[in-house]
């Protein structure tokens, strides 16, 4: 068997490993603390918050797609931290306009 079809089959058991552990299992694994998504407000939730005392920002939020802000979260701090499979960058040229992004596939978390 040629490395590189060795180092194939090692990555697909690891992977099949993990697929088939539970959530607890997989924290227990973990090197370090994690953030877990539960923990970080959608961007509705957090508009919701920061919106009780100001009528103009919720007159903001309802202009927004309820789909997308129900779905999306801003989250400030160290994204190696957060508990998820992907991290995804969309890369940014002279233009402001994304011109190539890493698209990577969950492993069902």
Do not use: F, H
Request: charged share 35%.
């Amino acid at each position: 068997m040629y490395p590189s079809n060795k180092k194939k089959k090692v990555w697909r058991e690891e992977k099949e490993r993990l697929l088939k552990m539970t959530l607890e299992e997989r924290r227990k694994e973990y090197i370090r603390d994690y953030v877990p998504l539960n923990t970080i407000l959608s961007w509705k939730e957090e508009m919701k918050g920061k919106n009780q005392n100001d009528e103009e920002g919720a007159q903001d939020m309802s202009q927004v797609k309820k789909s997308l802000s129900e779905k999306v979260s801003l989250y400030r701090g160290d994204i190696t931290l957060l508990e998820v499979d992907a991290i995804v960058n969309a890369g940014v040229q002279g233009s402001g306009e994304v011109q190539y992004c890493l698209k990577v596939p969950s492993g069902g978390m």
